[in-house]
């Protein structure tokens, strides 16, 4: 098996990887900062700065990049003048910070919020799932969720998959014509111990998988089945997207710990691996 090669290292908390025109993205988030990058080239270039902590990334149909803002629980969209603004705000559906999110072609979003105060070490509540429509308008469409983290689309579905971190699970949605989750079912058992983070998904609907207690990426089929195993000693595994010339490079997003106190050092990396199956094409 191929080791993976760094690409870009001196980062705090890189999450929120995702591939795009023939780039990858990703944000920084005990930075506060959101890139664009060559892996080929190896350049970097920082798209803008957010005065939060930034998670996921999204675009909308006009191209305007979307940014999950944690702990104002508001999603904030770039404009093409490279000016923020307020995009949808949910701090009057959840006290608690906000994480991951996936957004569709038409527009929609799915967001997951934490449920509770991790940073604060709160005790353990369920988590929301938000839909936020083309127009920024969001509704809480599921409200027990185990930390609802890293989702993705199966791709030629309307198959919502989301990891739940301390639940050692994916779990899957049905997307209705409303936008509305139904048949809410647990996709992959994944192996004890696992704490899924950020996800992926490949071209035959395996989804990778960032499990950021074990210091692993591992691909998961639907059932629970696990085909392949990239270890990164002892770090923590935040992130990966597929991308690349060809679609078949994983982009390992990893750091030394998640707490904002121990990045300092700026130990977070993206390191990349050849891998047998594709990205999606759409």
């Excluded at 999450?15 to 988030?29: C, H, I, K, V």
């Excluded at 920082?46 to 005065?51: G, L, N, P, S």
Aim: proline share 7%; glycine share 10%; charged share 25%.
């Amino acid at each position: 098996m191929p080791e993976p090669t760094l690409i870009f290292s001196d980062l705090r908390f890189p999450e929120g990887a995702r591939w795009r025109d023939g780039r990858l993205w990703f944000s920084d988030m005990h930075t506060g900062q959101v890139f664009s990058s060559d892996p080929g080239a190896r350049t970097l270039e920082e798209v803008t700065v957010v005065d939060d902590q930034p998670s996921g990334l999204g675009w909308l149909p006009d191209g305007s990049l979307l940014i999950s803002c944690m702990t104002d629980r508001v999603v904030r969209r770039l404009g093409p003048d490279g000016a923020l603004e307020d995009f949808a705000d949910v701090s009057h559906l959840t006290r608690s910070p906000i994480n991951d999110l996936v957004t569709m072609p038409d527009g929609r979003t799915f967001l997951g919020g934490f449920g509770y105060d991790l940073y604060a070490d709160a005790p353990q509540r369920p988590g929301p799932i938000f839909r936020i429509d083309a127009d920024g308008r969001p509704v809480v469409v599921d409200e027990d969720m185990v930390f609802p983290n890293g989702s993705v689309v199966l791709p030629g579905t309307s198959t919502l998959v989301v990891a739940e971190t301390w639940a050692a699970r994916l779990t899957a949605f049905d997307i209705d014509d409303r936008g509305d989750l139904v048949d809410k079912r647990v996709w992959a058992e994944l192996p004890p111990g696992s704490t899924p983070d950020g996800i992926c998904v490949d071209a035959l609907g395996a989804v990778w998988v960032s499990s950021i207690g074990t210091s692993e990426f591992i691909r998961v089929e639907e059932g629970g089945r696990v085909t392949r195993t990239i270890g990164v000693d002892g770090r923590c595994a935040t992130d990966c997207v597929l991308g690349g010339p060809d679609g078949t490079t994983l982009f390992l997003l990893t750091s030394n710990s998640w707490q904002p106190s121990e990045t300092s050092v700026r130990s977070g990396r993206v390191e990349a691996v050849e891998v047998d199956v594709a990205g999606p094409t759409t």
